[in-house]
């Protein structure tokens, strides 16, 4: 006999061996099918959940193994209502297990009520929000097995938005858990600020840069606390979004086409997370995590257009199906913009992504994601150096007087696709025990074509680049709560990764080349949370190992190829750890909190293929190698500490952080003669090796308040120190690209229920990038960012889910003349549309 609950308060006992008796057909006195009468309804449940599995002879064996998981499932209701105790319908509820990730929805009715049942034991987090009221996101709690919680959720009428985090630990903590540097961009920001690519969603954050090399479809790139690019892992989901045919093996490749077709929030870590999440982890992670959809199916669809001859179809639906047993989402979004900067930049993207969840039984759920893009564009040529400048020293960068901006080039064009899928089994076969096994796999492809069209070096007739990607990754990781205050993971992952290269020459078919090379890796993992002192006190510590196979790379021709008839000896593995503390202060009404934070840790990024393997090919010549097979992983070291504190009843909170870095060992493409020839066991000259980074440190501040309910205000400043080891370019120290000082501010104001109208400002100082001319390499001091951008919508209510919403913005308001490293971007531009909300 166990335990089952009622819809109200109150227990109950279900005869366990009497449903048993019902699967292995021994009861005559209950007909499959046929409900017991004067049961509670859980019973009714159970047993018509048995007979479902019985009518579709599952063995018994089975059915003895998930029946106890249909008894003992949790069940969670209550209300939602304002201050005025007034119902609030439509409230968006989410619930998460703080042990394995898994999540249930649902949504307020008209009277406020809500209610989610079948909940294995274990411990929990309830958030709960809706458009105009602060976030509602109290401490976490614990359900016994076929225990029933009730919670009377009050929204406030003013406040900031606080979300689930998952990427600082892996598993899901409030915000005031965390020890780590993070920040968190939810789709509610992204529709108010009219932003559909990911950099421009995180572009006002603290301690990050983004860099768009043009308009839309142009170069783009990340960087985090003042590093590389490489030094970032981008994450789908918390798995890792790699282009394997990339230089660096990063996400470079496919920034420019990541739009958030489907994501319902992007987390930002800043500090080492390679313990966590491998390879690139270097500076931090960026996580997009897909919308898994549950409760009422609920939609839009929208239609935009504007200026660069832009027009935008997006639309989204997610919802649950059988009891909310399967949750769903989708998101497709086709972009096309016709003119680009300059009016002959054309460019348009296909997305799609989207997620199925089914829940197989309260303690078993089984999740499917996908997510990819189709697009093309046209490029432009590189900026040239004007001028007979030294190559030393550091030139003002004056358009057309200094250097020559990027020009047109009518025949160089990209086309690249991805696609990426993943699945994840997650199991509770006990409430202190959950284990989850994964497969994702990343699949890529980029096409470059050029000609002889263009000013500048062109080759002499038409050419055609190719990179494709591979990387198939399997995980498997369990979590074991030691107590109540003490969660270990452990795991092991396997990847294998492949990058292929085909080079065709049309006028020259004896240049053309291709390489095709492979590379296993074999990882463990360990992580330990630790909760002390009444959870006040939070300590984190975890550990990776990587280890590296390769396999014999593949040239064509074939006749004098590299790398062949070698015995390659096993790369040097990478090694990482980390550890973080956070302490906290509990306030008046646990809404005025002090948290102390501390991490360091030791990030790495594994060298890529190319790293590896590189080469070049000349008809007459021969191959050029560049690579090294044994080239050492890069490793860094990055320290942090900070202060995050809220105030006036949760309304202000601001957050303070020092950060060092130091690249221990880093790669680097050496041209300066530290090569020998003589002694190199591959006879280069120039290529890749291993030396010596620089450091990066700074201060990063972040702030948010919302003094109204009609008002919220956000802000971040960034400084940023970061130095060279030695000169990249002539005598330059300071790194590129990255400004010193970094200022945005983001106003959300709603002026009615029905208007909400956006002000936002990014600032940013002075910064040096290379020119790498056709003559000379010369270093630049561009102008910093001065943009303002503004946006307005009109939200007009059909019914209590439809209604249409106008919206229109401006961006780059005071028609800036601003240069990438050399690359013109947009001038003042506008777009407006129509959303169809359901």
């Known amino acids: 006999m166990v335990a089952g609950t009622h819809s109200g308060a109150g227990t109950t006992t279900v005869d366990l061996d009497a449903l048993l008796a019902v699967a292995r057909d021994r009861s005559p006195a209950l007909a499959l099918g046929q409900l ?90 309830l958030r709960a929000g809706a458009p ?79 860099q768009q090399l043009g308009g839309p479809g142009a170069y783009s790139e990340i960087q985090l606390r003042g590093l590389r690019p490489e030094d970032t892992a981008v994450l789908v989901d918390g798995f890792r979004l790699r282009d394997a045919s990339a230089t660096q093996a990063d996400a470079s490749g496919l920034m420019e086409d990541l739009l958030t077709t489907d994501a ?172 989850s096994v994964s497969y994702q796999a990343v699949a890529d492809s980029r096409r470059y074509g050029d000609g002889p069209a263009g000013i500048g070096y062109q080759p002499p007739g038409s050419t055609r680049s190719l990179y494709d990607g591979r990387i198939q990754t399997v995980n498997a990781h369990a979590d074991y709560r030691l107590g109540r205050h003490n969660l270990l993971t452990a795991g092991y992952e396997f990847e294998t990764e492949n990058y292929a290269n085909d080079n065709v020459e049309f006028y020259d078919l004896a240049a053309n080349s291709a390489t095709n090379v492979t590379e ?80 360091i840790g030791r990030g790495y990024r594994a060298p890529s293929l190319y790293e590896r393997f590189g080469t070049g090919f000349d008809p007459i010549f021969g191959y050029s190698i560049y690579g090294d097979p044994l080239l050492k992983p890069e490793h860094m070291l990055s320290a942090d500490a900070g202060l995050d504190q809220s105030f006036a009843q949760g309304r202000a909170k601001i957050s303070a952080a020092y950060f060092y870095t130091w690249l221990e060992n880093v790669i680097t493409f050496d041209t300066t003669g530290l090569i020998n020839p003589a002694t190199d066991p591959f006879g280069r000259s120039i290529g890749y090796i291993n030396t010596r980074g620089g450091i990066s440190r700074g201060v990063e501040l972040a702030a948010s308040f919302a003094p109204v309910r009609a008002l919220t205000l956000t802000s971040a400043y960034t400084y940023v120190n970061a130095i060279e080891r030695t000169p990249i370019v002539g005598d330059t120290l300071q790194t590129f690209v990255i400004p010193p000082h970094q ?44 943009r303002v951008d503004l946006g307005a919508s009109y939200r007009l209510p059909l019914s209590e889910f439809r209604a249409i919403r106008f919206f229109l913005r401006t961006e780059n308001l005071l028609n800036q003349a601003y240069y990438e490293s050399g690359f013109l971007t947009p001038g003042r531009t506008g777009k407006a549309g129509v959303q169809f909300e359901f």
């Open 743 to 786: 200022f945005s501010i983001l106003a959300t104001g709603r002026l009615t229920p029905r208007i909400l109208l956006t002000a936002e400002t990014l600032l940013s100082s002075d910064y040096l990038a290379p020119i790498y001319g056709s003559t000379i390499t010369q270093v630049f001091r561009f102008n910093g960012l001065r």
């Open 264 to 435: 319902s929030q992007i987390e930002v870590l800043r500090g080492s997370g390679s313990s966590l999440y491998g390879t690139n982890a270097i500076g931090g992670v960026v996580n997009v995590i897909t919308d898994e959809g549950g409760g009422r199916t609920r939609g839009n669809i929208l239609l935009e257009g504007g200026s660069l001859g832009m027009t935008r179809i997006h639309a989204q639906i997610a919802g649950g199906r059988r009891g909310d047993t399967i949750p769903f989402s989708l998101g497709v979004s086709q972009l096309y913009v016709a003119n680009g900067v300059g009016g002959d930049l054309p460019y348009r993207n296909t997305s799609a992504q989207g997620s199925i969840g089914f829940h197989l039984s309260p303690t078993t759920h089984l999740f499917a994601r996908f997510y990819g893009a189709n697009a093309f564009g046209k490029l432009a040529s590189s900026p040239d150096v004007l001028g007979n400048p030294s190559g030393f020293g550091i030139v003002p960068a004056v358009p057309n007087v200094t250097f020559l901006p990027a020009p047109d080039n009518p025949d160089y064009t990209r086309a690249a696709r991805f696609l990426t899928g993943a699945i994840r089994l997650t199991g509770q076969p006990a409430s202190a025990l959950s284990y």
């Open 36 to 125: 017991p009468v004067n049961q509670p309804p859980v019973y009714q449940m159970i047993f018509s959940e048995i007979s479902k599995m019985r009518s579709k002879r599952l063995p018994y064996f089975l059915l003895l193994a998930l029946a106890p998981s249909l008894v003992r499932a949790a069940s969670l209701e209550g209300t939602v209502t304002d201050p005025q105790s007034k119902p609030v319908p439509g409230a968006a509820i989410l619930v998460t297990s703080t042990t394995n990730g898994l999540r249930w929805n649902a949504v307020s009715s008209d009277s406020g009520s809500w209610h989610i049942d079948n909940l294995p034991a274990g411990d929990y987090l």
């Open 132 to 210: 105009g009221f602060a976030t509602f996101l109290p401490d976490p709690f614990h359900l016994d097995a076929s225990a029933s919680k009730s919670e009377i959720i009050v929204l406030q009428v003013a406040g900031s938005r606080e979300e689930i985090i998952v990427t600082a630990s892996s598993t899901p903590q409030t915000p005031l858990e965390t020890s780590k540097s993070v920040s968190v961009v939810d789709a509610a920001e992204i529709e108010q600020r009219d932003t559909f690519d990911l950099g421009s969603a995180l572009d006002l954050t603290a301690g990050l840069h983004f």
């Open 520 to 599: 296993r890796s074999n990882a463990v993992y360990a992580q330990d949370q630790i909760r002390l002192l009444d959870d006040r006190l939070q300590i984190s510590a975890g550990f990776r190992a990587q280890f590296f196979a390769l396999d014999t790379p593949q040239f064509l021709p074939a006749a004098s190829a590299p790398y062949q008839g070698i015995a390659f000896t096993a790369p040097t593995p990478a090694y990482t750890g980390d550890g973080s503390i956070a302490y906290f202060f509990r306030g008046a009404g646990d809404q005025n909190s002090t948290k102390l934070r501390a991490h």
